[in-house]
């Protein structure tokens, strides 16, 4: 149990409305907490931390920050086995989008995506190519790959993309 204190005047009584306009999470509203999502999830069952479930419920209850502000939204793998499942049709990976296009107009962004951002300005892609792997393309009669960083931080810049200072 946690010892968490959680003041619920803070919470919004809207933000299921705001969930259920964004594209994806249209049947949020559909969820009776059967729990049949969280059963055959694969990540829930390596980690504690997602439960499409819960993630529903304290939507629903209206925990705004709690959600927005927390990672486990963001470890959903797309796998598509809730929603094969759930007998509400309530679409979780879609919703798990429409929830984190939310968290991510407000400025909520785990840092890893924030680092990967940085390495798209930095070198065009998410990793540096180097020598070495222009060598061995060259070995295999590929051609070089270039690194077109600029071409990159352009499209970023243009579509308002900021990385881990921004």
Not at 4 to 25: L, Q, R, S
Not at 113 to 120: D, G, M, S, Y
Not at 146 to 162: F, N, Q, T
């Amino acid at each position: 149990m946690s010892d968490e204190i959680i003041d619920v005047g803070t919470f919004d009584p809207h933000f299921c409305d705001e969930i259920a306009a964004e594209p994806g999470g249209e049947h949020i509203r559909r969820c009776f907490s059967c729990s049949t999502c969280t059963a055959g999830c694969p990540v829930a069952g390596a980690t504690d931390k997602y439960n499409p479930r819960r993630i529903i419920h304290m939507a629903l209850l209206g925990m705004r920050e709690q959600v927005l502000r927390s990672d486990f939204v963001w470890l959903c793998s797309v796998c598509y086995t809730c929603y094969e499942r759930c007998p509400q049709d309530v679409r979780i990976p879609e919703l798990m989008n429409g929830i984190r296009n939310i968290a991510v107009r407000e400025g909520y962004i785990p840092r890893a995506f924030r680092l990967q951002v940085e390495k798209l300005r930095a070198h065009g892609r998410l990793y540096e190519i180097e020598d070495y792997e222009n060598e061995r393309r060259a070995e295999y009669g590929l051609p070089p790959i270039r690194e077109d960083a600029e071409e990159v931080g352009w499209i970023m810049d243009r579509m308002g993309v900021k990385g881990e200072g921004g």
